[in-house]
């Protein structure tokens, strides 16, 4: 039911970091289920996790390339989020989300089933984002569509209500862990995250 927006920059670790939550929020959903009465469990709490976004939409790379495709894979991402959000599960939408009129119509679709949402922005200096872009080769992005994102992003802002609550992840830092407990606490228990959390 609830909803994480992933965004970031073309080969920041989107991908990674959403099937990285996925186990994490599977194995917190396990162990609750385990603790408490089944009863309980089904009380409109969060059963199981899912990720929607351009690889299970069969979206390429190549689709940044072009505005109406593009355009086409927004409105595919939105539609599949709407149609997923349901009673018990998560939703993980893992694409680009680069364009703030999106993440708000995102997060629109949160609220219209009463549920919550936050965003996790996978933050990376623009080059080392090209360098491993770059290192990918076939499975990257076009380097001309990769300047174009880079180029376009809009960054989230702790200070739109549809940006918020906000987890800023600096990639590739190894001693960078998921603030899992503060992603559930906001998720599930709709409690906001400290301050130090919303950049
Ligand atoms: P995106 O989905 O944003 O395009 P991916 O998650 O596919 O990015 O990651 C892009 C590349 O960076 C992949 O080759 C991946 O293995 C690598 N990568 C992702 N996260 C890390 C990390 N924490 N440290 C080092 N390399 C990483
Ligand atoms: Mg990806």
Redesign the pocket.
Same mark, same amino acid.
């Given at each position: 039911m609830p909803l994480v927006i992933i965004t970031g920059l073309p080969s920041s670790g989107?991908?990674t970091r959403a099937l990285e939550l996925k186990r994490l929020l599977e194995a917190r959903i396990e162990a609750r289920i385990e603790a408490e009465a089944e009863a309980e469990a089904a009380a409109g709490q969060p059963l199981s996790v899912q990720i929607v976004? @351009? @690889?299970s939409l069969g979206v390429g790379h190549a689709a940044y390339a072009a505005a109406q495709a593009e355009k086409d894979a927004r409105g595919a991402l939105l539609s599949a989020v709407s149609r997923a959000v349901s009673r018990q599960t998560i939703v993980i939408a @893992?694409a680009p989300n680069y364009i703030k009129g999106l993440r708000y119509q995102l997060y629109c679709a949160a609220r219209e089933v009463g549920t919550t949402h936050c965003v996790v922005h996978c933050a990376i200096p623009t080059a080392e984002a090209r360098r491993i872009n770059a290192q990918r080769g076939a499975a990257g992005y076009d380097a001309a569509v990769f300047e174009a994102l880079a180029a376009r992003y809009e960054e989230p802002s702790a200070a739109a209500r549809w940006d918020r609550p906000l987890f800023t992840l600096i990639q590739h830092d190894p001693d960078d862990r998921l603030p899992l407990a503060a992603i559930w606490a906001a998720l599930v228990e709709r409690r906001a995250p400290p301050p130090h959390f919303a950049t």
């Open positions: 989107k991908t976004g @351009d @690889d @893992d």
